[in-house]
Every structure is written in C-alpha cells, then in structure tokens.
C-alpha cells in the first residue's frame, strides 16, 4: 500500500495544501513549526480515523475554520495496482469516513485496511509512564490486524463505563441492586476473556521480536525480557470481580480486569524503567514499534506503513543507520520520515536515492 496523493483542507496548520508522492521513501523536511508532524498526523488520520495526537477533533481544525476535509489517493492490493480513495470530512462536530466514496457505518470497519505504524517524540512515554499507554500499544496493534479484538475492546470499555457510572451513582443508595450489578459483570467475562487470550498469543509473538531488534539498534549485550502482567493471569474473571465487589463499591469503580493490563520491561532482572539510560529507552521504544510492524507485515502478507517523526533527533548516528537499513532496504514498504535538517536527512537517505522523494515545507 502507498499513498500518491494527500489534499488537506483546513486541517491543524493546512488551509489547503496537496501533496504528491511518487516514491516509496518520502522525506519531509522544514523548519519547526512547518507543518512536519501534522502532515504524518493527516496521514495517520486516514488510516485510523483519527488523530495520533489529539483525541478532540475541533482541535484539528485550522483556526477559525468550520471544519477540516483529508483526502487520499491510495495504490492498494497485493501488486499495488488498485488505486484507493480514502476520505474524513469532520463539520459542526460531525465526522464522516469514507472509502471510495462510500461512507463507512462504523469507522471501526476501516481499522487494518491501511496498516501503519507511527514512531513520534513522545512516544517515549510508553516505556516511562504508565500501563495505559502500553496497553493503546498492544490495542493498536492487534486492533488492526483482528478486527474481532476491536469488537470486543469497544464492547468491553462500553459495559465497563456502564459499570462504572453505576459504582458512582448507586453505591450508596440505600435500594443498592446488586441484580443489576450481578448483570455487568456477566457482559464484561466474555469480552474480557477473549481480549486476554489475545493479548496473551500476541505477546508471545512479541517478545522475541523485540530482544531481536533491541539488540540490532543498540548493540548493547543487556537482555531485554518483557512480561505480559494481567490480573487474569490464572484467576477467573468472574471470580475476581467478586472478590473485588466490597474494593469497587468503596472506592466507586472497577479494580479488576484487562482495563488494568499492563506490559512490563526488564532489563537483566531489574525493571527496566527505573535503571535504563537514555538511549536505551530510545532502543526499546524503537525494538516495541518494529516488533509492531514485523507482526503487521506477517499477519497482512505486506508491510504497513511506517511514519517516523523526528528520529533523527532521537538516534544516534549508528543506531539511526542501523534503523534506516532495516525500515527501507529489508522492507518494501513506503515510509515517511521527517526532520529539520534537509542536508541530514538527504544524506541518511542517500543510499536509496533511487527511490526517494525530498519534500521541503517553507
Ligand atoms: N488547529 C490549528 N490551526 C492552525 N494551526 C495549527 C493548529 N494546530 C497546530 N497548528 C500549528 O501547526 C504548527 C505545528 O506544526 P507541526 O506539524 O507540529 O510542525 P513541525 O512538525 O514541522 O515542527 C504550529 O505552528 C501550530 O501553531
Ligand atoms: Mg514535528
């Protein structure tokens, strides 16, 4: 899959701009505050039907304008020979999706048509901070290879809202239904389970991946282990809910359940976070999102698309060389990859030049 064409029309920093691609290595470059990282933000747009960055869509639209309209021109199918139209337009806090001129029912239904895997600064906060952004990194990924796991994810945080509100509003009401209760926790098993044995199958895929590209980016000797951290690892979900009834109805929400997964990093045998340097936070971030992108390309039969914002900031020279040979010569893929330098980033990417487009935003 590869994008060819991009319109933005009152999006973020765009009025209305059109890009046009026509090689398989796209490099962006500009000044900061360009429009770099809401360029790639628009084309994670397409593929997601939202933003990377901001969850409320009014704050996407250029200043003042009503509303934004993206979009693109895509070649899809297995010889990328069947070209595609994907378009948002989003007005008086209305969205809607379509692809090929049909608009979409659900926007969930678009999830994993067009792969893509973004690696931006902040990222960095996967391997700092806490256990939700972890899980939107497993949510991410395997939401767009198992459409089924979307399902059940929405359908699960929409029983666990409904749970939650009741915790809050009923708990101490004095003709307290525990009936109803009773009924919550039986909708959330079924959904719950599932979204735990999937997570618990593609961690197995994970893990390996990842001390494989740790140790290709960093070079470093370390072994890096990662642990998939569930309460319902061993325990019955039903059970569990029970047993945390008294906690829940105290302290007004849901304590147990995969809404409080989380993936945790070793490094040796101490957690990683609390003794990793620098650099080797970069590493991992970087080893999590190719392991993303090796599983996508596997489970999709070609490779997603990958967006690199700013990597050149984050990398050293031989890590960020490293990097460059896996993502554009072992991958056919199209990538997108900004940064502030032009001459830096037509050297990095010279030994592809055949098969690179330098876009300059001024
Ligand atoms: N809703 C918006 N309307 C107009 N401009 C915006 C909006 N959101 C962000 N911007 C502008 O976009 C610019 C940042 O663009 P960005 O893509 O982050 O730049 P770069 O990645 O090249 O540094 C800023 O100047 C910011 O003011
Ligand atoms: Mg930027």
């Known amino acids: 899959m590869s994008f060819t064409k991009i319109a933005l029309t009152g999006y973020k920093n765009y009025q209305s701009e059109i890009f046009y691609f ?7 470059c500009g000044l900061n505050g360009k429009g770099k990282t809401n360029l790639l933000d628009a084309i994670n747009y397409l593929c997601f039907t ?3 960055f901001s969850k409320n869509d009014a704050l996407n639209i250029f200043f003042g304008a009503e509303g934004f309209r993206l979009e693109a021109e895509l070649l899809n199918g297995k010889t990328n020979n069947k070209q595609t139209k994907v378009a948002c337009i989003y007005r008086s806090l209305k969205k809607e999706f379509y692809l090929d001129d049909v608009a979409y029912e659900k926007f969930s239904h678009h999830i994993g048509k067009f792969p893509c895997v973004m690696i931006a600064p902040d990222d960095i906060e996967m391997i700092t901070n806490g256990s939700d952004t972890r899980r939107k990194f497993l949510d991410t990924l395997i939401s767009q290879a198992d459409a089924e ?3 059940q994810l929405i359908n699960y945080n929409k029983i666990l809202q409904q749970r939650n509100s ?12 525990a009936q109803l209760l009773d009924a919550l926790d039986a909708q959330m ?10 997570r618990k199958q593609f961690c197995k895929k994970i893990i390996p991946l990842v001390q494989q590209f740790y140790k290709n980016i ?11 951290n569930s309460n319902l690892n061993d325990n019955d979900f039903l059970k569990l809910l029970k047993e945390a009834r008294q906690k829940d109805i105290i302290t007004q929400r849901t304590n147990v359940g995969i809404h409080k997964d989380d993936l945790i990093f070793y490094l040796d045998k101490n957690i990683f976070k609390n003794i990793a340097s620098q650099g080797q936070r970069k590493s991992l971030l970087f080893a999590c999102k190719l392991a993303e992108f090796e599983i996508l390309s596997s489970m999709k039969g070609s490779p997603p698309l990958l967006l690199l914002d700013d990597v050149f900031e984050k990398l050293d020279e031989l890590r960020m060389k490293n990097l460059l040979q896996y993502v554009c010569k072992k991958n056919a893929g199209q990538v997108f990859i900004t940064d502030t330098h032009k001459e830096r980033l037509e050297n990095a990417l010279s030994q592809f030049y055949d098969e690179v487009q330098i876009i300059e935003l001024v």
């Open 218 to 228: 960093s070079g470093d000797h370390e072994m890096i282990s990662l642990e998939y």
């Open 189 to 198: 098993i079924q959904p719950g389970e599932y979204i735990f044995e999937v």
């Open 149 to 151: 796991y979307l399902q």
């Open 22 to 28: 026509n090689q398989r290595i796209v490099g962006i």
């Open 166 to 177: 009741f915790l809050k509003n009923e708990s101490f009401q004095k003709k307290f239904d």
């Open 50 to 52: 939202k933003s990377y």
